[in-house]
């Protein structure tokens, strides 16, 4: 016991003796006071500790609150989690009910004139003014529907007119399956007539001009199997190029069906697939001249579609065979050939044409493209079931016939494409097959076919592909196209 207590418990001793005896005499007392003084009697024996403004404070204690700032947390945290399990099902209910809806919208452009180039889809001219006016449908349409209603538009056709250029376009939406495509074409409408009152867009529309249509999903796909190189999932939506990721060599990504839909696996009877092959018409493929050293009959080949060779979605039989007259098996020059089935494809979300670039298109290295096959996925092994794809860049040509590279072996005719570290590559049994590049309207175009390289991935020697761009006069003096 420290000192200063030992005082006070001497002074509460001797003050307090007449107290002790008293409170032992005495019967009236309550038995409490008595324990406790006897317990503690430098604490209770005194007459001022029992004073009765004491007790109150002693007894009636403040009982804590129900909400405490913890409880008070945990209870608001409920509240909100049940909410939003709540949100969540409603969303997941609305969007799972959600459903597409088209329309094909014409109208006139006035302040713009009608270009040759406008009538070959596959043209910088038509693809630079069709970008400009989906961008202008974009803006309108993102801006008054919250964004999410408004997919996609694609330009289908532009023609000439008197006085500016026609416009042929389909819209897509997504509305829950409750709405009628009538009472969404009078808001799709009212919005189009609104913006074009603003006088702030970059095309001036004639307003008279304007006809929106209701599609059907059959209708649409009809008039967009008119277009090349658009991709679409199996609910007729716009599969976006990002959605397009690693592959081939060293790689291990699987396509899904109908993400490279102009891709066919070309097999010769017996003893199956040989080469990759590019769908650019509804009869005729490209691929590569060298497949055919081994077999140029037509009838010892057919060609398939879809994302495995087994089982195929839809099987042809060859018809012809051209391969370039000026082909060079030592060198590799003019590695290209053209395939036509007995029989015509049906285009659909599974098959579909890619688009032939202009001649005249240029992809500054480093440009992102992609490469599709049904090849090995390590070098010397067996071919694969599924189909695989790869990201890979453009390289100059300058670069790719350094010393250390290609060694000057690259022409005009040639591409060069993959990394200069290796490892993401083409590879055997990809051979023919398809190098595309999306532009910024999500349309495809078939920039290579996959021609050679040393070995598969290696450092400093990318794939080499058939430059596609430099045979568009030749393509079209064989096929008209």
Not at 115 to 121: A, H, N, P, T, V
Not at 329 to 352: C, G, M, R
Request: charged share 25%; hydrophobic share 35%.
């Amino acid at each position: 016991m420290s000192p200063r207590r030992r005082v006070l418990y001497d002074e509460q001793e001797e003050s307090g003796k007449d107290f002790m005896v008293m409170g032992w005499k005495s019967l009236d007392r309550s038995r409490l006071i008595i324990n406790n003084c006897l317990l503690f009697p430098f604490i209770y024996c005194r007459p001022v500790e029992f004073s009765e403004v004491e007790y109150p404070e002693v007894e009636n204690q403040r009982r804590p609150q129900f909400w405490d700032p913890i409880r008070l947390a945990l209870f608001t945290l409920a509240i909100a989690a049940i909410i939003g399990i709540a949100i969540g099902i409603v969303t997941h209910f609305v969007v799972a009910d959600d459903k597409s809806f088209y329309y094909l919208a014409s109208f006139k452009v006035t302040n713009i004139k009608y270009k040759e180039k406008y009538g070959i889809r596959t043209s910088r001219e038509f693809a630079e003014r069709s970008h400009q006016i989906e961008r202008m449908m974009s803006r309108i349409f993102r801006r008054f529907t919250r964004g999410h209603r408004f997919i996609k538009s694609h330009v289908v056709n532009l023609s000439p007119s008197e006085d500016g250029v026609n416009v042929l376009m389909v819209l897509m939406f997504r509305y829950p399956s409750t709405d009628n495509a009538e009472r969404i074409k009078k808001r799709i409408e009212k919005l189009l007539y609104t913006s074009l009152n603003t006088n702030q867009l970059p095309l001036t529309i004639n307003k008279q001009s304007f006809r929106i249509t209701p599609l059907d999903s059959k209708k649409m796909r009809n008039l967009l199997n008119s277009r090349c190189g658009i991709r679409m999932t199996s609910s007729n939506m716009p599969l976006p190029a990002s959605s397009s990721t690693e592959r081939i060599m060293k790689g291990s990504k699987i396509a899904m069906e109908g993400e490279w839909p102009w891709q066919a696996s070309l097999q010769l009877i017996g003893a199956g697939h040989q080469c990759g092959a590019s769908l650019i018409s509804n009869t005729w493929l490209l691929t590569a001249a060298h497949c055919f050293q081994r077999n140029k009959d037509p009838s010892q080949w057919i060609v398939t579609f879809g994302a495995s060779v087994k089982p195929p979605a839809v099987k042809r039989s060859v018809g012809e065979i051209i391969i370039h007259e000026n082909y060079h098996k030592d060198t590799n020059e003019n590695d290209i050939a053209l395939i036509q089935l007995t029989t015509q494809v049906e285009y659909s979300n599974i098959v579909q044409r890619v688009c032939l670039p202009d001649s005249s298109i240029k992809l500054p290295p480093k440009t992102s493209v992609f490469v599709t096959g049904f090849g090995s996925i390590v070098d010397d092994g067996p071919t694969q079931n599924k189909l695989r794809q790869a990201r890979v860049e453009t390289i100059s040509n300058d670069v790719c016939n350094r010393k250390d590279v290609y060694d000057g072996m690259i022409t005009s005719g040639m591409l060069c494409a993959g990394f200069m570290e290796g490892k993401v590559d083409a590879c055997k049994g990809d051979s023919g097959g398809p190098l595309v590049y999306p532009d910024n309207r999500d349309i495809w175009y078939l920039v290579g076919i996959v021609s050679w390289g040393q070995s598969c991935g290696l450092p400093n020697k990318p794939g080499v592909y058939t430059r596609v761009a430099q045979y568009r006069d030749w393509i079209a003096s064989k096929i008209g196209m």
